[in-house]
């Protein structure tokens, strides 16, 4: 498996701020994402983070609102910008491992943002 | 268009029953690979199992069972002899080719195991 660490693992935050969510990972992962997790919902691919470089970001998903930086291989972090309750989720870091010929995604535990 | 359909819901059993959480996907691609991932309570989400879609053997690890058939395109998860740390919601993916990082996640399912 992979380690993945998430900070902060909860937050409670006003509408109107925003929030830095940081992860680090072992060095044995290669690409890393952010994912998000409304309540009661599936998983939602924000962006892919690249090392060095802008994050690919997925439809739906902005720079201005969720910026992603990467600055090496081992630890990117996620900006919720500019919050309302409609950001209240769970965001999670991901990360994927190549074991032999595959690669598996191993998954942090998870910051869970409430906007009020 | 890459899809994964859990259309199971939530689901309770009582403790020791055997319980099976579907799975059905649709791609187009010839190589992929399915997941399955279980979201406990505390909300991490914990790997289960990889399967790639040249290899449709049927796998057994303790009272957890995956039967892969790509005739059906299904992926479906069995518990055997349910305890109540098996409560959780249960996530099957589907990812593309080798790159393993396009992910697609079903909308889980929920299990609770009532002791």
């Known amino acids: 498996s992979a380690v993945i660490s998430q900070k902060p693992s909860r937050d409670i935050c006003q509408r109107g701020t925003s929030l830095t969510i940081q992860c680090q990972v072992d060095?044995?992962?290669?690409?890393m994402f952010w994912y998000r997790q409304q309540p009661g919902q599936s998983l939602t691919l924000i962006a892919t983070a690249n090392q060095g470089s802008e994050a690919t970001y997925e439809s739906g998903f902005v720079i201005d609102k969720f910026p992603i930086s990467r600055p090496n291989l081992t630890f990117s972090t996620l900006t919720v910008s500019n919050m309302s309750p409609e950001d209240s989720s769970i965001y999670l870091c991901?990360?994927?491992?190549?074991?032999?010929?595959?690669?598996?995604?191993?998954f942090g535990p998870g910051t869970r943002l409430l906007v009020l | 268009a890459q899809k994964v359909t859990q259309a199971q819901t939530e689901i309770s059993v009582v403790e020791k029953e055997d319980v099976t959480l579907d799975c059905v996907y649709e791609?187009?691609?010839?190589?992929?690979?399915l997941f399955w991932y279980k979201q406990p309570p505390s909300g991490e989400l914990v790997f289960l199992i990889r399967r790639n879609s040249f290899d449709e053997q049927n796998e057994i690890s303790g009272r957890y069972s995956w039967n892969f058939q790509k005739s059906t395109s299904s992926f479906n998860f069995t518990i055997t002899a349910s305890q109540v740390v098996d409560s959780a919601v249960y996530f099957c993916?589907?990812?593309?080719?080798?790159?393993?990082?396009?992910?697609?996640f079903g909308t889980g399912t929920s299990l609770t195991v009532i002791p």
């Open positions: 993916a589907l990812s593309r080719g080798n790159t393993g990082n396009q992910f697609y």
């Open positions: 791609t187009r691609d010839t190589t992929y690979y």
């Open positions: 991901s990360g994927t491992k190549r074991e032999g010929p595959q690669e598996t995604q191993y």
């Open positions: 060095s044995q992962v290669t690409m």
